[in-house]
C-alpha cells in the first residue's frame, strides 16, 4: 500500500524553499554560472538556492504525480520566476536524467502581493482540485487564514527540510483520513 498524499502541495518561495527574500535580498538581473546545479547568482553574484532537501522532496512529489504549485506573496514575481526558471535541480538519487529547471516542477504559479487566500482561490479555480486535498507549506504563521478555506498549513522554521515536510503531510493526513466507501452490496472498497 502506498502512503496517501494530497493532490496538490503548495510552497511558498522566501525561507521556506529558499533562504532570502527575493524582492529586497536580491538584485537582478540574475544569472546562473554555466551548469552550476542549485546555485543562481544576482548582479552582487548574491547566491539564491534552495535549502538542502527541497530538490528531492520536490522529485518525490512529481514521481506522485502530485500538483506542485508556488504561492508567494512577493513584490518581485518577476525576479522569483526568473530564479525558478535558471535554478536547476540535481537529478534523483541513482537517476540516469541530468538536472531539470526549477520551474519544470511547478504546475500552477501563484506569484505576487496580496494575501494568500487570493493564491488558493486561484489555484482551486484553475486545478478543480478541493481545498481538503491541499496542504501548504510557509514560514509565515499569517497565512495559516488559507485553513480557513479548508487547506491545511504547516509552518516552516529555518527552512523546508524532511522532517517538516513529514510532519506536514502526517497533519494533512489526520485532518483527513482514508475513506471507506460502501458499494450498495455491502462490499467495501
Not at 156 to 165: H, K, Q
Request: charged residues 25%; negative net charge.
Amino acid at each position: 500500500m502506498t502512503t496517501r498524499l494530497p493532490k496538490l502541495v503548495a510552497f511558498d518561495l522566501d525561507y521556506t524553499l529558499w533562504d532570502l527574500w527575493i524582492d529586497t535580498h536580491v538584485t537582478g538581473p540574475l544569472h546562473r554560472d554555466k551548469n552550476a546545479i542549485n546555485e543562481v547568482l544576482d548582479k552582487h553574484n548574491t547566491p539564491i538556492s534552495f535549502y538542502k532537501h527541497v530538490p528531492q522532496i520536490l522529485h518525490r512529489l512529481r514521481t506522485a504525480e502530485v500538483t506542485i504549485a508556488a504561492a508567494s506573496r512577493t513584490s518581485a514575481p518577476t525576479k522569483a520566476r526568473s530564479a525558478l526558471t535558471l535554478l536547476l535541480v540535481p537529478p534523483m538519487e541513482g537517476s540516469k536524467e541530468g538536472a531539470v529547471k526549477a520551474i519544470d516542477f511547478f504546475n500552477q504559479l501563484e506569484i505576487y502581493p496580496g494575501s494568500k487566500l487570493t493564491h488558493f482561490k486561484k489555484l482551486h479555480q484553475k486545478t478543480e482540485i478541493p481545498y481538503s486535498e491541499m496542504l501548504f507549506f510557509d514560514d509565515e504563521h499569517r497565512n495559516k487564514e488559507v485553513e480557513q478555506l479548508g487547506v491545511t498549513f504547516c509552518l516552516v522554521r529555518n527552512g523546508l527540510d524532511d522532517r517538516t515536510f513529514e510532519q506536514g503531510l502526517a497533519e494533512w493526513r489526520k485532518r483527513h483520513p482514508v475513506e471507506i466507501i460502501e458499494d450498495a452490496a455491502g462490499s467495501t472498497s
